[in-house]
């Protein structure tokens, strides 16, 4: 057991501070409209804004669900504008799975706990320290920012990003590039401690599948029950072993593990690679085919009642133009009996690994851990550059941080037991100050 005395603030730098307040406002998103509204830490990263001279406003896209949005000013207005953009909200978490309460902040071991302490109230409190650096030396970053703290993107955005884009898309006026989550952070693979920096994500196709039959009590003869054949919908689409298609980014990065582990990829398969990272893998598998994963069941209301209704929730993630032949084939897996709804879609991202940002990230990352190879890669889930996508804006993931290789990070999104190291803040604040200073 690790030592759980809490260390005093002056001890802390300010970045597990800030992370740590955050974490301690319970901003859980439920999906389907259900959260605990991010009010609270909106109104406080608000004040850390107002406070550096900016002037932030708050958006209030329905009741609770507040997003923030300030605009620096930078030294070269001829430069395109920045986005560096956050989320406020949390997914659930049980506390009875957990060693340490989620909404603790708790600071053992080194290590800062509590849920959203890797996704990502820690690149939250990055963004705030950051600009405390930058501005609060009587500097400017190189070029305009619209710094943004978005409500729901656990539930794909809808009351958060995608409902600033869509009605206040003058807040990204001028913007071409944005930065936000899952990238940036360090991998060991093999000995070699390596950056893995996102350059696109998959598709996310959320859909509920709806099985109906007969109402009865629950000692009839039923061959028409709907919990079974929802069973065996459910089934099936889980246990789909969907195909491997490399795609560039995918392909690039592979060929980089490869050549890193010293394996031969004309002998060893994409799979085999991804497994022989290691932890990384974690990560890298899931980008490598399409993943269809049941996530809720939901059906009857007592033990001798047979239901006429079941649902099941399913969280599909697609290669980039891989949906419409997708949904196609989980349509002919479960059969005409099952009713498949979309519940929510959003679009796919890939961009090249060249241009003047993502050279800039790599310098960067050179600068303070030299000699690390920073890799691309596609993210498996998703992120709120998805809606910013929309006005033409291309988005990365760059939450930088220098992570020790015993440490599963992509075990701690959405995880048990969520941590981040409290040298790996201090570390992401001073890259990601460098990178606002001279990109």
């Given at each position: 057991?690790?030592?759980?005395?809490?260390?005093?603030?002056?001890?802390?730098d300010?970045?597990?501070?800030?992370a740590?307040?955050?974490?301690?406002?319970?901003?859980?998103?439920?999906?389907?409209?259900?959260?605990?509204?991010?009010?609270?830490?909106?109104?406080?990263?608000s004040?850390?804004?107002?406070?550096?001279g900016?002037?932030?406003e708050?958006?209030?896209?329905?009741?609770?669900r507040?997003?923030?949005v300030?605009?620096?000013?930078?030294?070269?207005?001829?430069?395109?504008?920045?986005?560096?953009?956050?989320?406020?909200?949390v997914?659930?978490?049980?506390?009875?799975?957990?060693?340490?309460?989620?909404?603790?902040g708790?600071?053992?071991?080194g290590?800062?706990w509590?849920?959203?302490?890797?996704?990502m109230?820690?690149?939250?409190?990055?963004?705030?320290?950051?600009?405390?650096?930058?501005?609060?030396?009587?500097?400017?970053?190189?070029?305009?920012?619209?710094?943004?703290?978005?409500?729901?993107?656990?539930?794909?955005?809808?009351?958060?990003?995608?409902?600033?884009v869509?009605r206040?898309?003058?807040?990204?006026?001028?913007?071409t590039?944005?930065?936000?989550e899952?990238?940036?952070?360090?991998?060991?693979?093999?000995?070699?401690?390596?950056?893995?920096?996102?350059?696109?994500?998959?598709?996310?196709?959320?859909?509920?599948l709806?099985?109906?039959?007969?109402?009865?009590?629950?000692?009839?003869?039923?061959?028409?029950?709907?919990?079974?054949?929802?069973?065996?919908?459910?089934a099936?689409?889980?246990?789909?072993e969907?195909?491997?298609?490399?795609?560039?980014?995918?392909?690039?990065?592979?060929?980089?593990?490869?050549?890193?582990?010293?394996?031969?990829?004309?002998?060893?398969?994409?799979?085999?690679?991804?497994?022989?990272?290691?932890?990384?893998?974690?990560?890298?598998?899931?980008?490598?085919?399409?993943?269809?994963?049941?996530?809720?069941?939901?059906?009857?209301?007592?033990?001798?009642?047979?239901?006429?209704?079941?649902?099941?929730?399913?969280d599909?993630?697609?290669?980039?133009?891989?949906?419409d032949?997708?949904?196609?084939?989980v349509?002919?897996?479960?059969?005409?009996d099952?009713?498949?709804?979309?519940?929510?879609?959003?679009?796919?991202?890939?961009?090249?690994?060249?241009?003047?940002?993502?050279?800039?990230?790599?310098?960067?990352?050179?600068?303070?851990?030299?000699?690390?190879p920073?890799?691309?890669?596609?993210?498996?889930?998703?992120?709120?550059?998805?809606?910013?996508?929309?006005?033409?804006?291309?988005?990365?993931?760059?939450?930088?941080?220098?992570?020790?290789?015993?440490?599963?990070?992509?075990?701690?999104?959405?995880?048990?037991?969520?941590r981040?190291p409290?040298?790996?803040?201090?570390?992401?604040?001073?890259?990601?100050?460098?990178?606002l200073?001279?990109?």
């Open positions: 057991m690790g030592m759980t005395t809490e260390p005093a603030d002056d001890s802390l300010e970045t597990a501070i800030i740590r307040d955050l974490i301690r406002m319970d901003t859980t998103n439920y999906g389907e409209g259900k959260s605990n509204g991010e009010v609270e830490a909106a109104e406080y990263l004040a850390k804004l107002t406070a550096m900016l002037e932030p708050m958006f209030e896209s329905a009741k609770g507040v997003s923030v300030a605009r620096v000013e930078g030294a070269d207005p001829a430069k395109p504008a920045l986005v560096v953009h956050g989320h406020t909200d997914v659930p978490a049980q506390p009875d799975n957990w060693s340490v309460d989620p909404f603790g708790v600071i053992k071991d290590l800062l509590g849920r959203g302490a890797v996704d109230k820690n690149m939250d409190a990055m963004i705030v320290t950051a600009l405390q650096d930058i501005l609060g030396s009587g500097r400017q970053p190189a070029r305009d920012l619209v710094i943004a703290f978005f409500a729901d993107e656990e539930a794909g955005g809808v009351y958060g990003a995608h409902y600033l869509d206040h898309p003058e807040l990204f006026a001028g913007a590039e944005a930065i936000s899952v990238g940036g952070y360090s991998v060991t693979l093999g000995n070699q401690r390596s950056y893995l920096l996102q350059t696109g994500e998959k598709t996310l196709l959320w859909i509920k709806v099985a109906r039959g007969v109402a009865a009590h629950g000692s009839r003869y039923i061959q028409d029950n709907a919990v079974t054949k929802l069973a065996e919908a459910v099936k689409i889980g246990r789909r969907w195909p491997i298609r490399l795609t560039e980014t995918t392909t690039a990065l592979l060929a980089e593990v490869a050549r890193i582990l010293g394996k031969d990829p004309e002998k060893v398969g994409p799979d085999e690679l991804a497994i022989a990272t290691g932890t990384a893998a974690g990560f890298i598998r899931a980008t490598l085919r399409t993943t269809s994963n049941p996530t809720l069941l939901s059906a009857g209301y007592k033990h001798n009642v047979i239901p006429d209704t079941a649902e099941a929730l399913i599909i993630r697609t290669l980039p133009g891989e949906e032949a997708v949904l196609a084939e349509a002919d897996l479960v059969g005409p099952i009713e498949v709804v979309v519940v929510h879609r959003d679009v796919g991202l890939e961009t090249s690994f060249d241009g003047p940002l993502i050279e800039a990230m790599i310098a960067t990352l050179n600068e303070h851990d030299p000699g690390a920073v890799l691309p890669y596609l993210l498996s889930g998703g992120t709120d550059n998805k809606a910013l996508s929309k006005l033409g804006i291309t988005g990365y993931g760059f939450a930088p941080l220098k992570l020790p290789a015993e440490l599963d990070f992509p075990a701690m999104f959405h995880g048990v037991d969520e981040v409290l040298d790996a803040l201090v570390f992401g604040r001073r890259v990601l100050t460098d990178l200073l001279n990109y």
